[in-house]
């Protein structure tokens, strides 16, 4: 291991209920056409809706808004069957009657709307979305391998799919079997992967996993000592047949990498040879494709270059994971391809996803002025917003736009569950600071068909659910709080993988909107590269205590001393935190004062270690 630890339903088509209409917005005050969905009969006095900003300029739009939202109930309700959107084959809904756009605001956005979609196509076609990495975006071709721009891609991604679910089959069926387990057959998964590595298999998992899969998963998702130790105790005698997968897309991702080598270390300490029992997901001739290729694991999987790791649900990463758990994963490409379409129309109120966009751009002035509080009243749903919050957050928190200009662009979001967050910060939501708008997630079917009983007469426990989001809703938007509202009939593979799709492609068409790269995180990189300097600062001062503590007799060292011998004065406060950690861990000791008192201490290291004196 020396090479890597010396580096850090059948398909269907779409409903489309406003077909007829010919653009999204007229450049004339809009005037409110019958629109085809299944409330479509019932009969509606004229719609009326927000007032608009009071600047005609484009600035104006994100000057926020001056007037009251809308309030009188016939108008609210008719602005409600108006927007109404809903996908029948995906049974998915989208309410954006509670955010108070109005119609000049529309008719001023449809313009940079157009513009969204024309950059949404090119991007499909194979255009560099991520210019400052000269990279395609093609997350968009895993579940549509027909778009994309060339054979050879199309190729790799239908072997790769066929590859995933035979080895899934192969791994269930006990055609592969740990070679030292009593029980002849995998029974667990430890996935070791960070960020968009492990958020989306964990959301999927806790989603989509039947109650007894056939093979349960863990997580290794921190450099967390205390977090690893805790996870591979958990399994225990089982660890003999868990199955590993590693998950990076360089090889190389410190989090991943330690991981590993905490886990390769317990598979020695039991006797276990890991190499039988290990599954790499990375791109080809990393650091980690060649370890796996060079120690034999027994398979390994290819992450794609043209996909970031924020958007690899739909690829190996996603998929291995779910395939092993019995989740039907040709499903949710099959949801997500059905999105995907659904999200290709160039008319706004057909196009759920513009429908997002243009709601967060307006809620949030454009400028991310207000947070995005995602609530499912769901408890399977409960990692969505974690998922979302990278989604959202590492795509669209950017300091420049594509022009170099200074923008510190982004939309905060975090979440909690319904109806847990009724007592937990609806309180703060419907009263206090007003900096959010809410995004409901709703799931109409309760329980499995014929699984429902009543607790009273009448009324179910999902009753309660539906009624605590409901006055909840209903309550927030007494109070001025906007809200969007996304209905899903059940939560199955097609419908999850809807709405990771329905997301993906929002975030994508916000991105132009504000014009930005969606697809880097140099923040990300910024502080992978702080943190390389924090440890190699952190080896200079073991190698000056190291010296004073061969000394006869030792010499404790202040920290001004350590920072002086270090040659950097200036990061004496860093210098203290090492040494606060290494003295809580053992690995130093305080001869005198405290850490409390950072300049009384004077420290050593207890032992001297004559090789990496003369090293």
Same mark, same amino acid.
């Given at each position: 291991?020396?090479?890597?630890?010396?580096?850090?339903?059948?398909?269907?088509?779409?409903?489309?209920?406003?077909?007829?209409?010919?653009?999204?917005?007229?450049?004339?005050?809009?005037?409110?056409?019958?629109?085809?969905?299944?409330?479509?009969?019932?009969?509606?006095?004229?719609?009326?809706?927000?007032?608009?900003?009071?600047?005609?300029?484009?600035?104006?739009? #994100?000057?926020?808004?001056?007037?009251?939202?809308?309030?009188?109930?016939?108008?609210?309700?008719?602005?409600?069957?108006?927007?109404?959107?809903?996908?029948?084959?995906?049974?998915?809904?989208?309410?954006?009657?509670?955010?108070?756009?109005?119609?000049?605001?529309?008719?001023?956005?449809?313009?940079?709307?157009?513009?969204?979609?024309?950059?949404?196509?090119?991007?499909?076609?194979?255009?560099?979305?991520?210019?400052?990495?000269?990279?395609?975006?093609?997350?968009?071709?895993?579940?549509?391998?027909?778009?994309?721009?060339?054979?050879?891609?199309?190729?790799?991604?239908?072997?790769?799919?066929?590859?995933?679910?035979?080895?899934?089959?192969?791994?269930?069926?006990?055609?592969?079997?740990?070679?030292?387990?009593?029980?002849?057959?995998?029974?667990?998964?430890?996935?070791?992967?960070?960020?968009?590595?492990?958020?989306?298999?964990?959301?999927?998992?806790?989603?989509?996993?039947?109650?007894?899969?056939?093979?349960?998963?863990?997580?290794?998702?921190?450099?967390?000592?205390?977090?690893?130790?805790?996870?591979?105790?958990?399994?225990?005698?089982?660890?003999?047949?868990?199955?590993?997968?590693?998950?990076?897309?360089?090889?190389? /991702?410190?989090? /991943?990498?330690?991981?590993?080598?905490?886990?390769?270390?317990?598979?020695?300490?039991?006797?276990?040879?890991?190499?039988?029992?290990?599954?790499?997901?990375?791109?080809?001739?990393?650091?980690?494709?060649?370890?796996?290729?060079?120690?034999?694991?027994?398979?390994?999987?290819?992450?794609?270059?043209?996909?970031?790791?924020?958007?690899?649900?739909?690829?190996?990463?996603?998929?291995?994971?779910?395939?092993?758990?019995?989740?039907?994963?040709?499903?949710?490409?099959?949801?997500?391809?059905?999105?995907?379409?659904? /999200?290709?129309?160039?008319?706004?109120?057909?196009?759920?996803?513009?429908?997002?966009?243009?709601?967060?751009?307006?809620?949030?002035?454009?400028?991310?002025?207000?947070?995005?509080?995602?609530?499912?009243?769901?408890?399977?749903?409960?990692?969505?917003?974690?998922?979302?919050?990278?989604?959202?957050?590492?795509?669209?928190? #950017?300091?420049?736009?594509?022009?170099?200009?200074?923008?510190?662009?982004?939309?905060?979001?975090?979440?909690?569950?319904?109806?847990?967050?009724?007592?937990?910060?609806?309180?703060?939501?419907?009263?206090?600071?007003?900096?959010?708008?809410?995004?409901?997630?709703?799931?109409?079917?309760?329980?499995?068909?014929?699984?429902?009983?009543?607790?009273?007469?009448?009324?179910?426990?999902?009753?309660?659910?539906?009624?605590?989001?409901?006055?909840?809703?209903?309550?927030?938007?007494?109070?001025?709080?906007?809200?969007?509202?996304?209905?899903?009939?059940?939560?199955?593979?097609?419908?999850?993988?809807?709405?990771?799709?329905?997301?993906?492609?929002?975030?994508?068409?916000?991105?132009?909107?504000?014009?930005?790269?969606?697809?880097?995180?140099?923040?990300?990189?910024?502080?992978?590269?702080?943190?390389?300097?924090?440890?190699?600062?952190?080896?200079?001062?073991?190698?000056?205590?190291?010296?004073?503590?061969?000394?006869?007799?030792?010499?404790?060292?202040?920290?001004?001393?350590?920072?002086?011998?270090?040659?950097?004065?200036?990061?004496?406060?860093?210098?203290?935190?090492?040494?606060?950690?290494?003295?809580?861990?053992?690995?130093?000791?305080?001869?005198?004062?405290?850490?409390?008192?950072?300049?009384?201490?004077?420290?050593?290291?207890?032992?001297?270690?004559?090789?990496?004196?003369?090293?």
């Amino acid at each position: 291991m020396a090479s890597i630890s010396s580096t850090f339903s059948p398909s269907s088509t779409l409903l489309r209920p406003r077909r007829h209409r010919a653009a999204a917005f007229s450049a004339s005050p809009l005037r409110r056409l019958q629109p085809i969905h299944s409330i479509a009969d019932i009969s509606r006095s004229s719609s009326s809706s927000a007032p608009s900003p009071s600047s005609s300029t484009n600035s104006s739009l #994100k000057s926020g808004k001056t007037s009251p939202i809308e309030k009188d109930p016939v108008r609210l309700w008719n602005r409600y069957v108006d927007w109404l959107y809903q996908h029948k084959d995906l049974g998915l809904f989208l309410d954006v009657s509670r955010i108070g756009f109005s119609d000049e605001f529309l008719e001023k956005m449809e313009p940079k709307m157009q513009e969204a979609f024309k950059a949404m196509r090119e991007l499909e076609k194979g255009a560099i979305a991520n210019p400052d990495e000269s990279r395609m975006v093609g997350h968009y071709w895993l579940r549509s391998p027909h778009l994309a721009p060339n054979t050879y891609l199309k190729d790799q991604i239908d072997r790769t799919l066929d590859k995933i679910c035979e080895f899934a089959e192969a791994i269930i069926s006990a055609k592969i079997k740990p070679p030292a387990s009593p029980s002849g057959r995998f029974t667990q998964i430890l996935s070791v992967g960070i960020g968009g590595s492990a958020l989306g298999p964990q959301f999927v998992a806790e989603a989509l996993a039947p109650d007894n899969p056939p093979l349960k998963i863990r997580f290794i998702d921190n450099t967390d000592p205390a977090g690893i130790d805790h996870q591979i105790a958990q399994l225990g005698p089982e660890l003999a047949s868990t199955l590993v997968i590693v998950i990076s897309k360089s090889g190389g /991702t410190p989090e /991943t990498r330690n991981g590993l080598l905490e886990v390769q270390k317990a598979f020695r300490d039991a006797g276990l040879e890991f190499s039988k029992q290990g599954v790499a997901i990375t791109q080809e001739n990393s650091l980690l494709d060649n370890t796996a290729r060079i120690e034999g694991w027994i398979a390994r999987f290819p992450m794609f270059d043209w996909v970031g790791g924020r958007t690899s649900e739909m690829s190996a990463v996603g998929l291995l994971p779910a395939a092993l758990q019995g989740i039907d994963i040709r499903e949710m490409l099959a949801g997500a391809a059905l999105m995907d379409e659904a /999200t290709r129309s160039t008319v706004v109120r057909e196009n759920p996803a513009a429908l997002l966009a243009m709601c967060w751009y307006w809620a949030s002035g454009g400028v991310g002025s207000k947070d995005m509080v995602v609530l499912p009243y769901k408890d399977s749903l409960l990692l969505f917003s974690r998922y979302l919050q990278q989604l959202v957050m590492e795509s669209l928190g #950017k300091e420049f736009d594509l022009d170099g200009n200074l923008v510190n662009q982004g939309i905060s979001v975090y979440g909690n569950k319904g109806s847990t967050d009724q007592h937990a910060y609806i309180q703060q939501l419907r009263d206090g600071v007003h900096n959010f708008f809410v995004t409901f997630i709703e799931v109409l079917r309760d329980r499995p068909p014929g699984h429902d009983w009543e607790l009273e007469p009448g009324v179910t426990c999902g009753d309660y659910l539906f009624g605590m989001l409901q006055g909840t809703r209903s309550a927030l938007y007494s109070n001025n709080r906007e809200s969007i509202t996304v209905t899903v009939q059940e939560v199955n593979p097609r419908s999850v993988g809807a709405m990771i799709a329905l997301y993906e492609r929002a975030i994508g068409i916000y991105a132009s909107l504000v014009n930005i790269n969606a697809y880097h995180q140099p923040g990300v990189e910024a502080g992978k590269k702080a943190a390389g300097e924090v440890l190699a600062l952190q080896k200079r001062v073991l190698a000056v205590l190291n010296e004073a503590s061969c000394k006869q007799p030792v010499e404790p060292l202040t920290l001004e001393a350590i920072a002086d011998r270090c040659h950097e004065p200036g990061q004496i406060e860093m210098i203290y935190k090492i040494i606060q950690h290494m003295a809580a861990n053992d690995r130093a000791l305080i001869a005198e004062g405290s850490c409390g008192s950072p300049r009384s201490i004077k420290v050593f290291l207890g032992e001297c270690n004559i090789d990496d004196l003369y090293a």
